[in-house]
């Protein structure tokens, strides 16, 4: 899996209410998370984000289990999520619907370009990202949760195994 | 020799394991996002060995017809599932499972980050999102990867004015918000026996604020004790010699009463450092501190007095308002100008009532003081039950141990 995109950057410790605040989430429309995504923050970043790649701070997706932070940003159109570190509910909910996340350390200046997000036969699941041409590993899976990222997430994959 | 989470989970740290869910709950925030994506993985069947609730406390009575509409699909569901549900009313999702539920041992899952709220009992309790849950509504598993964990060792005993809050906040603001992130906190050692359930409650629902997976006491007597005041029984669990990867000591006789800042919860600071500061708003409630034992000590700090600003108290649960009724705890904090709310999560997540003005400042006895959470512009401090109380009465922030 590749990818690439403009790198939008972030500070650390973005909570999930900073991602999409708690009075949006009484709904089901979708379109509506994408649209009010960091409004707290800064209204502007909603309209960077189409083929962005995230690059943020320690400790991304902090606070909350509401899935509806990980949807907003696939919604939003962002390639992928780039960060040191990840809060754990928010990390599965990526995984489960399919946003890739990339355990990095990367100033933010630059542009990010993805590389091997999963590898092709996926038996050793890891991620990275390439800076000035070096390769960096980040994070690793299970070979199970591997194979659900890369074919878009869980609900996808269970009606299969069940 | 084993870690607590080890022995539940039954495999070492670091190991990924599917493990059987002994108790899933959800509620109507993320009941919503659950039911849709069950139905996506083909929504025919439910686990058989698990046990399944489903507790409305998030906007309750339902704001508008938007929420009433979601709120109907939802109820209607779990009444044809035939899952344990729990309408409006009934309380917060995390005290109902404390209340009427968990046993030490069991593996506990919730659609909520603070279902890391059980572990007070010994379970290996945790939050995780809404597809999480919808494909255990389905298989009754799920995968963990069994966290390493940071032992607090806990000695002497919480005097004075301190609570339990005080030492949740002391605790967090030395992890701070990732020190703890994916691992399992235990809360060990000889102080640990001087502190209540309710106590152990708190404790443990704070442990995510630091990003961690679970929160857990070992089961002793004071936890049977408890269990059996409720009807049920379980079995009492020793620690044994491990190795944990970072200690914290806290000896409790040196806690102080503490308030977490704007806008985050690792930010605790003696509330004497902010005495004087003007507020708009008091909450008392949540899954926090929405307890009896709140709620009384909140009385008995407020009774014959007024409070000087206007003060919400929220009950955690319908058992814990009906108790308030028969020890007349909900008179004297009427009496004193309180104002109550429904059972259920009140205004902390900012999703209807309770909510702040742009520039207001409230000192919330809630966990989470993220930015805009409890209305956009509003400002959140957070602190414990006695600090609340003297607060309210002076309209300011104030200590408990200087009132």
Redesign the interface.
């Known amino acids: 899996m590749q990818g690439r995109g403009t790198a939008v950057c972030l500070p650390a ?1 973005i ?1 999930t ?2 991602i999409i ?3 949006y ?4 429309d979708r379109s509506i998370w994408a649209t009010h995504i960091f409004e ?2 800064d209204p502007a970043i909603a309209l960077r984000l189409k083929g962005a790649v995230i690059v943020a701070g ?2 991304f997706g ?7 932070a ?1 949807i907003a940003l696939r919604e939003a159109g962002v390639v992928a999520v780039i960060a040191p ?1 990840f ?4 990390f ?2 990526a995984i ?2 399919g946003l890739p996340l990339i355990e990095c350390d990367l100033s933010c200046e630059e542009e990010a370009r993805l590389h091997s997000i999963l590898p092709k036969d996926g038996s050793k699941p890891a991620a990275g990202a390439s800076r000035s041409g070096r390769s960096r590993r980040g994070c690793r899976i ?1 070979s ?2 591997a194979a659900s990222w890369s074919t878009g ?3 996808r994959d ?2 299969r195994a ?1 | 020799m084993s870690t607590l989470s080890e022995r539940i989970l039954r495999a070492p740290a670091g190991d990924y394991v599917d493990r059987k869910v002994d108790r899933a709950y959800a509620h109507d925030g993320t009941g919503v996002l659950t039911l849709e994506a069950w139905r996506r993985m083909g929504g025919n069947r439910f686990g058989n060995d698990t046990r399944y609730y489903l507790q409305f406390d998030h906007i309750v009575p339902a704001n508008n017809s938007t929420t009433a509409t979601l709120q109907h699909e939802l109820r209607e569901f779990a009444r044809e599932k035939s899952m344990q549900f729990s309408d409006i009313g009934c309380g917060i999702c995390h005290q109902i499972m404390s209340e009427d539920a968990v046993l030490p041992g069991e593996i506990v899952v919730g659609a909520d980050s603070h279902s890391v709220t059980p572990g007070a009992f010994g379970a290996f309790a945790t939050g995780v999102g809404a597809t999480d849950m919808a494909a255990i509504w389905l298989t009754g598993e799920t995968w963990f990867k069994v966290p390493t964990s940071a032992g607090i060792h806990l000695t002497g005993k919480l005097s004075g004015a301190a609570e339990a809050k005080d030492l949740a906040l002391a605790y967090v603001g030395k992890l701070g918000t990732d020190g703890a992130t994916s691992q399992a906190l235990e809360f060990v050692g000889e102080g640990v026996s001087f502190l209540s359930m309710d106590e152990r409650l708190v404790l443990a629902n704070l442990s995510v604020e630091a990003g961690a997976k679970a929160g857990l006491f070992y089961a002793d007597d004071v936890t049977i004790r408890y269990l059996k005041e409720q009807g049920r029984s379980g079995t009492m669990q020793a620690p044994e010699p491990c190795t944990y990867c970072q200690d914290l000591d806290f000896d409790l006789a040196d806690i102080v009463p503490l308030v977490a800042v704007p806008h985050r919860v690792d930010t605790s600071r003696p509330v004497e450092d902010l005495a004087g500061l003007a507020l708009d708003q008091v909450f008392i409630g949540t899954c926090t501190n929405g307890r009896y034992s709140d709620l009384a000590r909140f009385a008995r700090l407020v009774k014959g007095k007024k409070v000087a600003v206007r003060t919400i108290v929220v009950p955690a649960s319908a058992a814990v308002l009906k108790k308030t009724i028969r020890t007349g705890v909900l008179a004297d904090i009427i009496e004193a100008g309180c104002t109550i709310g429904t059972p259920g999560c009140g205004p902390c997540i900012g999703y209807h009532m309770g909510v702040l003005g742009e520039g207001e400042v409230c000192l919330s006895t809630a966990n989470r003081n993220f930015r805009n959470r409890m209305g956009v512009g509003g400002e959140i401090y957070l602190g414990s039950v006695a600090t609340a109380a003297a607060s309210a009465i002076k309209g300011e922030i104030t200590s408990p141990e200087a009132a």
């Open positions: 410790d909570d209410d900073v605040a708690g009075r989430l009484r709904t089901k707290d923050l320690k400790n902090c606070g909350s289990s509401r899935e509806q990980a570190s809060a754990r509910i928010f599965r909910n489960n619907i299970s199970k949760q997430g869980i609900t269970l009606p069940v």
